[in-house]
């Protein structure tokens, strides 16, 4: 929950974690049925850890898109649901708009505002997009993901290695004890828009990395692991995972973090970006963000980390500025699995 002096007086999130680390990734039917069955109690745990009522709200803002389609759904309806019952406006965010609104709530929290022009670098498991804002309420898609996301790549790499989900964290943790300069990966070039990213040949050196070493019965040991401790500290990880993939992990990440930062900063420099915010479960990358401190002259902005992942908060105050335009949802409000900011 968000007030209108845009704090925030409650952030409630349900990890699925658990549910879907045993499938290494997301599955989407397990994911709305989870949705289901937490969105009641979440609703009235954000309600009593703000100490209000259902009466103090003055609208309810949801997720509409982009997203799974069966998770926005369990949103959409008991949104709808709420607002009917309560006769309050509902008001559609888009996530990715969210994410963005992370950095901004947390700026007010600390009576200030970020400077526009801005850069927005929204980093996750389904988003790779760097966004012009001029101002709160307005984005230009400077570039994007070609194919996988960057929180995706992490993903898909940490499964190869026989890590668990989501491998962004543990890949993170890891990669302070290798060399990240002892496996040299190309950077990606684009053809046409150089501000767009693509991670996918970066995960295919990877894999043939793998292939070329004799790595079956680490990643066997570490599945193993995984499968007795559902989660594994970092001593026991880093046991089981020899120099040689440690210095894989290390140079991953520091091709993953140069990808991000180069054409951030290309295009922080062609908008003349005041502020460069960073936002997305990959903001949390702790080598990301000690990489940023080689540019001083630049001014990033990342969340806390528990805004950083997703959260509901950042999704009220995204809401905010539509409250005060009046720009409300009607009840034929629809998920939209593909939605896009601009
Ligand atoms: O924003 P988010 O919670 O959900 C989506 O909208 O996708 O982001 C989740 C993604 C996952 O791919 C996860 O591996 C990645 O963020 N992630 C990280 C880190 N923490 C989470 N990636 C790299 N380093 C991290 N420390
Ligand atoms: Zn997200």
Partial sequence: MVDDGQRLLSSVVASQLDTHSK?????????????????????????????????????????SGPGLVGSLLVGVTYAKALCFAGSLPLIAVNHVEGHIH???????????????????????????????????????????TRDDAAGEAYDKVAKLLGFGYPGGPVLDRLA??????????????????????????????????????????????????????PAPSIEQWLIATPQATRDLIA??????????????????????????????????????????????????LFPSFSLSTDNAAMIAAAAFPKLERGEFAGFDLRAQANLVLA
């Fill in 23 to 63: 499938y290494g990734g997301v599955v989407p039917e397990l994911a709305s049925r989870e949705h289901l069955r937490a969105i009641v109690p979440v609703v009235r745990q954000a309600l009593q850890d703000a100490a209000t009522t259902f009466e103090d709200l003055d609208a309810v803002a949801v997720t």
């Fill in 102 to 144: 992370a950095v901004i709530l947390e700026e007010r929290q600390q009576s200030r505002d970020v400077a526009f022009p801005a850069l927005a670098l929204v980093v996750s498991g389904g988003h790779t997009h760097l966004f012009e804002v001029p101002a709160i309420g307005s984005y230009r898609l400077l570039g994007k």
């Fill in 176 to 229: 302070p004890s290798g060399d990240p300069r002892a496996v040299k990966f190309t950077l990606a070039r684009m053809k046409g828009n150089e501000l767009d990213f693509s991670f996918s040949g970066l995960k295919t050196a990877v894999l043939r990395w793998v292939e070329g070493h004799n790595l079956a019965d680490e990643i066997a040991q570490r599945r193993e692991l995984q499968r007795a401790h």
């Fill in 251 to 300: 140079s991953f990440q520091r091709t993953v973090i140069e990808e991000l930062l180069r054409r951030a900063l290309a295009s922080a420099d062609e908008i003349g970006a005041e502020s460069i915010i960073v936002s997305g479960g990959v903001a949390c990358n702790a080598g990301l963000r000690a990489a940023t401190n080689r540019y001083p002259g630049y001014r990033f």
